[in-house]
């Protein structure tokens, strides 16, 4: 595994808010080109991006708009550079289109989406959780994404790594979903030794020009990548396409290539989630949380134990892929979910589909400008486990 | 002639996508010729040329080419060929795309990278409608002609993508059309030489979509009436000022060409100043 360049890493304890820690991870990813366009409350991760990359070798460019910005990305990632794009919920809503280019082409980037209430403009300066099915679902057609929730500055820098590994190994856009909160939140992250990082790198062709085909796989379905100008005169196209990047207009490879799509991630689900579970041996009711709201969360499940309550927690640092045998399993052993979520109720639609009814599932939504009060979640976790 | 055209199929053309899904009487394959003759002319390497294209008939040519060609999304083949250009400077990318692609759903695009000024070759099929889906009006669609979507005749006024190229700062812009294969060729070549932003637009035929809405059908048709539509920048200033005045015919040629700093050399240059 290579390791980070210690010219891009600044080592050291730091007091960052989450944007500007996002824009640190990007660059120990060795991230060299962002375009992207201003938005609150995300601009922050563009500004410091755009001061800190000229003296480190690499490239900003502010586009036209969002759509621009996600589509030159994709060019740049088959230009060679590793890449990133960052905005808030209207932006995320332009980028759409290319988000499913990115797909189809399976081209490695990152998304950072500072999430903020919705719909529409809403609001601009304080914070949702409400895209968490846009990531999964945004761009027509089907596709499998993965997206990652930080609850922290710290992990707003570790997680943009791992975005940028991740995106690498399954060739594929990955979504960091930030919120106004964590991305305004100024906490210590510490930034580690460079050659502590490890690095997943592109995965690039060993054929020679002529004989490499841009969509051939092995067994782990995910084709090695050239880049423009090396040599290889190939073509890519948008439309279904075979292993030579053909276009092919049928029933047969259009099934081939969707099932790959969606395949090399959904059968790497158990490899690529991340959770981070607490007090569940013995638990009846299990708070479910991702993001700032995992930090809520805590609190009341803190005060649930202390009046004896069996209650555990579980906190998503991968949103998608959803860790459907996980729920499951979990479903069988506890009586309900509670789920917390800045917003009318998306991810609980999942554990509600994994649950299947062995378990309860009760949403605890917020419409966005706030986090919860810990003591409404306090009193779902005494209802349920009553 | 024939002996060269031999050529340059067998040395630039991908033969496994042949036959293209072009038209009978179709111009865009006058395009992919003129173009591959202005790159043999220049002797630039293949493997150093990128194609980008977004959707819409013109923009499958880069599959037709031996060369790397990347097939995007309808409109962004500009802001998809800036990400390439400036995550590889070294590179010659050749964006071919055409009117709806360009000026409708990409219209944006078009004028931030004419205004950015990265050294990109766009090379626009304007046939006057949106070919692809059936012959739709575009927003080049001459006032009154008929589409399928304007069947009682447009109503808008059609953009001057030149002038548009040229007032968003582009330093390089010409206009042809089916009638001049010579002056295309030099112009293509101009095109690619020129640093910065260029931007050639082909007026070509579209016999199936326009052509069939405004008896322009038959392909030697279409060809009279781009000839006796048009005017060389040349004539019309031979023209005496009132005549110039009066003139309602498209004007072909070179209509722009000045120097202006590139994008991406003056990053390398401010890099350079750090």
Redesign the interface.
């Known amino acids: 595994m290579a390791r980070a360049d210690p010219g891009h890493v600044l080592t050291g304890s730091h007091y960052l808010d989450g944007d500007h820690a996002c824009t640190e991870g990007a660059l120990s990813a060795g991230c060299n080109?962002i375009?992207g366009y201003p938005i609150t409350p995300s601009t922050e991760v563009v500004e410091r991006f755009a001061r800190r990359i000229?003296?480190v070798?690499g490239?900003f460019?502010q586009?036209?708009?969002e759509?621009?910005s996600i589509?030159?990305?994709?060019?740049?990632?088959?230009?060679?550079?590793k890449?990133m794009t960052v905005t808030s919920g209207p932006g995320f809503s332009l980028m759409m289109?290319?988000i499913?280019?990115g797909a189809m082409?399976e081209t490695p980037c990152v998304i950072v989406n500072v999430q903020r209430g919705g719909p529409s403009t809403g609001l601009p300066t304080m914070v949702g959780q409400a895209d968490i099915m846009q990531a999964r679902w945004g761009s027509h057609g089907d596709y499998e994404i993965i997206a990652l929730a930080p609850q922290s500055p710290q992990e707003a820098y570790t997680l943009t790594i791992e975005a940028f590994n991740l995106a690498e190994k399954y060739r594929t856009p990955v979504m960091v979903m930030l919120d106004e909160c964590i991305g305004h939140m100024t906490e210590k992250v510490v930034i580690p030794e460079a050659d502590s990082i490890e690095l997943t790198e592109r995965r690039k062709t060993d054929k020679p020009?002529g004989e490499y085909l841009p969509f051939a796989v092995g067994e782990d379905m995910i084709p090695d990548m050239a880049?423009?100008?090396?040599?290889?005169?190939?073509?890519?196209?948008?439309?279904t396409h075979d292993e030579?990047g053909?276009?092919v207009m049928s029933a047969e490879v259009q099934d081939k290539l969707v099932r790959r799509l969606c395949d090399k991630i959904r059968n790497n689900t158990d490899e690529i989630v991340m959770l981070e579970e607490d007090g569940l041996d013995d638990a009846d009711v299990v708070v479910l949380s991702y993001g700032i709201t995992s930090r809520v969360a805590r609190a009341a499940v803190d005060d649930a134990r202390e009046k004896g309550l069996k209650v555990g927690r579980l906190r998503l640092l991968t949103v998608w892929p959803f860790p459907e045998r996980y729920i499951r399993e979990l479903a069988e052993r506890v009586k309900a979910f509670v789920v917390p979520e800045i917003n009318y109720g998306q991810l609980v639609l999942e554990v509600e589909r994994c649950a299947a009814g062995r378990a309860q599932t009760i949403l605890l939504p917020h419409m966005g400008g706030d986090v919860h009060d810990p003591a409404v979640i306090l009193q779902a976790i005494e209802e349920a486990a009553s | 002639m024939f002996n060269k055209a031999e050529k340059i199929r067998e040395k630039y053309i991908r033969e496994e996508m042949w036959p293209s899904i072009f038209c009978t009487g179709c111009g865009i394959g006058n395009v992919l010729s003129y173009t591959m003759r202005a790159l043999d002319e220049l002797k630039l390497d293949i493997d150093r040329c990128v194609f980008c294209s977004g959707i819409g008939c013109s923009s499958r040519l880069p599959g037709y080419i031996e060369a790397d060609g990347l097939h995007t999304t309808h409109g962004r083949a500009i802001a998809f060929a800036t990400g390439v250009k400036l995550a590889a400077p070294d590179l010659n990318v050749v964006v071919f795309t055409g009117d709806g692609d360009l000026a409708g759903i990409g219209g944006n695009h078009f004028i931030h990278a004419a205004r950015r000024n990265a050294d990109l070759t766009v090379i626009c099929v304007n046939n006057f409608n949106y070919g692809m889906t059936g012959g739709q009006v575009s927003p080049t669609t001459p006032v009154a002609a008929v589409a399928t979507t304007a069947p009682y005749g447009n109503l808008e006024e059609p953009f001057d993508l030149c002038r548009l190229a040229i007032g968003a700062g582009a330093p390089y812009v010409a206009r042809w059309t089916v009638g001049y294969p010579y002056e295309t060729i030099e112009a293509i070549k101009n095109a690619l030489a020129k640093p910065g932003f260029a931007f050639v637009e082909l007026l070509m035929p579209c016999p199936t979509g326009y052509g069939k809405e405004n008896e322009q059908r038959e392909p030697a048709v279409a060809w009279q009436w781009y000839k006796e539509n048009t005017i060389t920048r040349g004539d019309l200033g031979r023209l005496d000022p009132e005549q110039r005045a009066a003139n309602r015919k498209i004007v072909v040629g070179t209509l722009w060409d000045v120097q202006k700093p590139e994008y991406t050399a003056r990053w390398a240059e401010f890099v350079q100043s750090l």
């Open positions: 080109f375009a000229p003296t070798g490239t460019i586009m036209e708009d759509i621009a589509t030159a990305i994709l060019g740049a990632a088959w230009g060679g550079a890449v289109e290319n499913g280019l082409l020009p880049h423009a100008g090396e040599g290889h005169r190939y073509h890519i196209t948008s439309l030579q053909y276009p």
